[in-house]
Nanobody, 115 residues
Framework: QVQLVESGGGLVQPGGSLRLSCAASGNIFSKGYMAWYRQAPGNQRGLVAIITSGGATTYADSAKGRFTISRDNAKNTVYLQMNSLKPEDTAVYYC?????????WGQGTQVTVSS
């Protein structure tokens, strides 16, 4: 059974940076895309960024120019570098990915941007 475990969330001031990590563990025999979603209170969960197994990336408009998604296929890990953070980036961030032909979700990690 494959699991996704996120880390790296926390409290940061506006304009600051955070780096989220998500590692997949278990018996992995196939892997596809990996992505980050976020959900703020009262809002639906929405895509932040996605990266294919080949490294192609797509970003939500709100993330373009500030966030960078990357992955280490050898470690089955995806990262989200978040710079110039704004209060409106406050949300629970979820890792998502395709492993062994299944779509998996992590448990989420809280990011709070506040002074």
């Amino acid at each position: 059974q494959v699991q996704l475990v996120e880390s790296g969330g926390g409290l940061v001031q506006p304009g600051g940076s955070l780096r989220l990590s998500c590692a997949a563990s278990g018996n992995i025999f196939s892997k596809g895309y990996m992505a980050w979603y976020r959900q703020a209170p009262g809002n639906q969960r929405g895509l932040v960024a996605i990266i294919t197994s080949g490294g192609a990336t797509t970003y939500a408009d709100s993330a373009k120019g500030r966030f960078t998604i990357s992955r280490d296929n050898a470690k089955n890990t995806v990262y989200l570098q978040m710079n110039s953070l704004k209060p409106e980036d406050t949300a629970v961030y979820y890792c998502n990915g395709a492993f062994n032909r299944m779509t998996l979700w992590g448990q989420g990690t809280q990011v709070t941007v506040s002074s």
